[in-house]
């Protein structure tokens, strides 16, 4: 059974760093993406970065330059660094696991969009305060 294990839930001032944590267990598919998620009452659960196991990425516009996804297979553990951070970014953040998508032109990728993956963490709060 797939776990999913969040750490690093915080409060800091706009500009500030976090660094969310996430050890995952109990899959052994080598073509998977993980990814951090954010939500926030009434709204979609946002993908905010996405990481394939041959180590490409995907942001949301909203964060690229500011936020660093990363993985470490020799632990199992997923990481996201979060530097420059805005009061927009606070929510509940959730790591997840997904299978990869297969194109016979690209071959596999991953998708930001939270339907594409099956696993979820508890989610861990981060609060930016201005």
């Known amino acids: 059974q797939v776990q999913l294990v969040e750490s690093g839930e915080g409060s800091v001032q706009s500009g500030g760093s976090l660094r969310l944590s996430c050890v995952a267990s109990?899959?052994?598919?080598?073509?998977?993406?993980m990814g951090w998620f954010r939500q926030t009452p009434g709204k979609e659960r946002e993908g905010v970065a996405v990481?394939?196991?041959?180590?490409?990425?995907l942001y949301a516009d909203s964060v690229k330059g500011r936020f660093t996804i990363s993985q470490d297979n020799t632990k199992n553990t997923l990481s996201l660094q979060m530097n420059s951070l805005k009061s927009e970014d606070t929510a509940m953040y959730y790591c997840?696991?997904?299978?990869?998508?297969?194109?016979?032109?690209?071959?596999?990728?991953?998708?930001?969009?939270?339907?594409?993956?099956?696993?979820w963490g508890q989610g861990t709060q981060v609060t930016v305060s201005s």
């Open positions: 990481i394939q196991s041959d180590g490409s990425t």
């Open positions: 997840a696991v997904g299978n990869a998508y297969f194109s016979a032109f690209t071959g596999y990728y991953c998708l930001r969009a939270a339907s594409a993956y099956e696993y």
């Open positions: 109990g899959y052994t598919v080598s073509t998977v993406c």
